[in-house]
């Protein structure tokens, strides 16, 4: 990469109708595109957030793409742009349980890579209890790192933000860049979301793209939004306000390595 690569976070408000859904998708990467952007990230459950019933019927399979796949497909070919889908339902051994699956699609169109969601949210909160594992089947747990423009990218999503481990093998297999889509919760993301993310880009001296579910969604969910950027240093460069939209910040080479040779903690690990 040169020294500047200019990415987005979008921020959406996903409803059950995956059309509809795909269109704001469609919309929001020309608009990224159009300001610049080569990297556009989409936030976990991008094309569908209803009941875990329909969840299996738009389920598709990444060797056989459906019109998910294939809308990010054009709309990434189309701009010439990495277009990252942070979380969809794709087909597994088990029908009723699909994986999340986090998709890179290249400026060609192609898949580039996948990422299947290791860690499920099961809890109980104020808002209601979560039993991800109900309609989820759980990814094998292998740490996925790709190279997009000459930069090393870990995928990861929502709930993994909770396991330091998996970000520091993302590291060990050379991240420069850690990729974080979410539906974070209401009360976990007033009082988590920025300290985790934060923490993530600090301990992993990296920078982190965060782009997230934000308002009302079926079933009474709420989402908490905030999509932000974070750079190596621990500070947040871009964040997303209330409502739908994009953010953008430039990713630095120099002030990667900057951060990296000035307090190079990743070269003091002893464990």
Not at 231 to 260: K, T
Request: net charge neutral; with cysteine.
């Amino acid at each position: 990469m040169n020294d500047r690569l200019t990415v987005a976070a979008v921020q959406m408000s996903s409803q059950d109708d995956v059309a509809a859904n795909l269109r704001v998708v469609r919309a929001r990467i020309d608009e990224a595109a159009a300001r610049g952007a080569r990297i556009v990230a989409l936030p976990e459950n991008f094309a569908f957030l209803g009941s875990e019933e329909a969840k299996r019927s738009v389920a598709e399979s990444l060797d056989d793409p459906g019109p998910i796949v294939r809308s990010l497909a054009l709309a990434a070919r189309e701009n010439g742009v990495w277009v990252l889908g942070g979380g969809m339902p794709e087909r597994s051994s088990d029908p009723n349980r699909p994986f999340n699956t986090f998709v890179v699609v290249g400026p060609d169109g192609s898949v580039a890579a996948r990422y299947r969601k290791i860690h499920l949210f099961d809890v109980d909160l104020p808002d209601g209890a979560y039993r991800e594992s109900a309609g989820t089947m759980p990814g094998d747990g292998e740490p996925v790192v790709c190279e997009i423009e000459g930069i090393r990218v870990g995928l990861s999503i929502c709930y993994d933000l909770r396991f330091p481990e998996l970000y520091r093998e993302l590291s060990n297999r050379g991240a420069e860049v850690i990729v974080i889509p979410a539906a974070f919760t209401v009360p976990t993301g007033k009082d988590h979301w920025h300290v985790l993310l934060r923490a993530r880009a600090i301990e992993a001296q990296s920078y982190v793209l965060a782009p997230a579910q934000w308002g009302k969604h079926p079933r009474g969910r709420q989402t908490y939004g905030k999509s932000l950027v974070v750079d190596p240093w621990g500070d947040v460069i871009a964040q997303a306000s209330e409502g739908e939209g994009i953010v953008l910040a430039d990713i630095r080479r120099s002030l990667l390595d900057d951060v990296r040779t000035r307090l190079p903690s990743l070269r003091h690990r002893r464990l």
